[in-house]
C-alpha cells in the first residue's frame, strides 16, 4: 500500500517585473497583490514602484503603476481594515509612508522615521487580526526600531534604541506578536550580528534576547493575535531556527531547533494563516522549503530534570521547489485562499504558487 503524496508546492504561473522586488503582498480580500521595489533607468536615478498585479484565467496581469521618486525597500497590510486595504510602506530614505492605492498621488501619512534605510516593517491591529489599537513597527539601518500610530503625526508611540554610547547594529526585520488582548503586545527584532531581541510594548522592556551568530534575516511569530507559541528566524548562513516560545527556562532561555537547508542565505519565512503548523522558507537559490512544525507535547510532570530536557517539537521538510537561479526575497500567503501564495525574486520574476495535496497536512 503506498504513502499517501505528501503536500508540494506547485508553481501556476509567473511573469516578468519592471522592477527589482523587495517585496510582494496580496491586496486583502481580493485576486490582487502588489510588488514593491525599484526601478533605475541608465543615467537616471532609482525610482520608487508599487506595481498592482491581477490574476486572470491564470494570467498575471498588469492594473496599475504607482511611480515615486525614492525606492521603496518594505511594505505592508498589517494596520489597515479590510475595508481601506492601505499600504504602508518604508523607503530608501528612511520615510515611512500609507497609500491608498486607489488615489496614490500623495500618501495618507508620512513622518521621517528613522535617519537611515527602512529594512523592515510590520503592522497589527488591522484585518480583523490582533487586539488593540492598529499599529506599524520599522527597523532601520541606524539600529532603531519603532512603533507608529498613524492616528498620532510625526512621533512614535514607542522607540527602542541603544544605550547613548552603545554599539548600533543593523534592524533587518521586525515582527509583531501576542497581540492577544488590547494590552498586550510584543515586538520581535534581528539584527545583522545576530542578535534576536523580544520587547515587551505593555511593559515598554526587553523580554528576552539572545544570539544565533549569524545575521538574522527574517524573524515570524506563527501567530500576530495568540499567546506566543513559536518563532521562527531564517540566517545569513542558510539556517532555521524554530523556538519555542511556550516556556523559558531560566538558564536556557526558550529551546531551540535549527535546521541547515540552504548553502547561501536563508531569506524570509511566512507561517499558512490557515494553519500555523505549516510555513514555508524562501533560500538564496531560488528555491522554497515547505514546513510541517509539530508541536512539543505538555509533560505534567514539573521535575527539573524533565523540563530541561523538554524539546521545542518537531520540524520536518515536506517538499521544496526551485524557481528561480536568484534569491527569492519574499513571499506572501493568501489569506482567503489556503494555500496560495506569491513569491518575488531579484531575477525580476513574481511567482503564483499552489500547495497541492493539502489534506495530508
Excluded at 102 to 120: G, M, Q, T, V
Excluded at 320 to 333: A, E, T
Aim: charged share 20%; net charge neutral.
Amino acid at each position: 500500500m503506498s504513502d499517501s503524496p505528501k503536500p508540494r508546492l506547485v508553481s501556476l504561473s509567473h511573469r516578468k517585473l519592471p522592477l527589482t522586488p523587495f517585496g510582494c503582498l496580496w491586496i486583502p480580500c481580493s485576486n490582487r497583490f502588489v510588488c514593491l521595489g525599484t526601478c533605475s533607468v541608465s543615467g537616471a536615478p532609482s525610482r520608487g514602484i508599487i506595481g498592482v498585479y491581477g490574476t486572470t484565467s491564470g494570467e498575471i496581469k498588469d492594473v496599475h503603476t504607482i511611480e515615486k521618486a525614492q525606492a521603496f525597500r518594505c511594505g505592508t497590510f498589517g494596520a489597515t481594515s479590510l475595508q481601506q486595504r492601505h499600504l504602508a510602506t518604508g523607503n530608501f530614505d528612511g520615510n515611512l509612508q500609507i497609500w491608498d492605492l486607489e488615489a496614490p498621488e500623495a500618501p495618507l501619512y508620512s513622518a521621517k522615521a528613522h535617519r537611515e534605510i527602512i529594512n523592515c516593517i510590520d503592522g497589527v491591529g488591522g484585518l480583523g487580526i490582533g487586539q488593540g489599537a492598529p499599529e506599524i513597527v520599522t527597523g532601520s539601518r541606524d539600529g532603531t526600531v519603532k512603533v507608529w500610530d498613524s492616528r498620532q503625526k510625526d512621533l512614535p508611540v514607542a522607540n527602542m534604541e541603544p544605550a547613548e554610547g552603545a554599539s548600533r547594529r543593523d534592524c533587518w526585520t521586525v515582527a509583531f506578536g501576542h497581540a492577544c488582548t488590547r494590552w498586550d503586545r510584543c515586538v520581535c527584532a534581528g539584527y545583522d550580528n545576530g542578535d534576536i531581541k523580544l520587547f515587551d510594548l505593555r511593559n515598554m522592556a526587553v523580554r528576552w534576547e539572545t544570539n544565533i551568530r549569524s545575521g538574522v534575516c527574517c524573524v515570524e511569530f506563527d501567530g500576530k493575535d495568540t499567546s506566543l507559541n513559536k518563532l521562527v528566524a531564517t540566517t545569513l548562513e542558510g539556517r532555521i531556527h524554530v523556538f519555542n516560545m511556550q516556556k523559558f527556562h531560566t538558564n536556557k532561555g526558550f529551546t531551540c531547533q535549527s535546521e541547515k537547508p540552504y548553502k547561501f542565505t536563508a531569506w524570509t519565512v511566512r507561517h499558512l494563516p490557515q494553519n500555523r503548523n505549516i510555513f514555508v522558507t524562501s533560500g538564496g537559490a531560488g528555491c522554497l522549503h515547505l514546513w510541517k512544525h509539530e508541536s512539543p507535547t505538555l509533560l505534567e510532570r514539573t521535575d527539573h530534570e524533565r523540563e530541561d530536557k523538554e524539546s521545542t517539537g518537531a520540524t520536518s521538510l515536506l517538499n521544496s521547489i526551485s524557481l528561480s537561479s536568484q534569491p527569492i526575497g519574499s513571499l506572501d500567503w493568501n489569506a482567503d485562499k489556503q494555500g496560495l501564495c506569491i513569491s518575488a525574486s531579484f531575477d525580476h520574476n513574481v511567482h503564483i504558487l499552489i500547495v497541492a495535496d493539502q489534506k495530508n497536512f
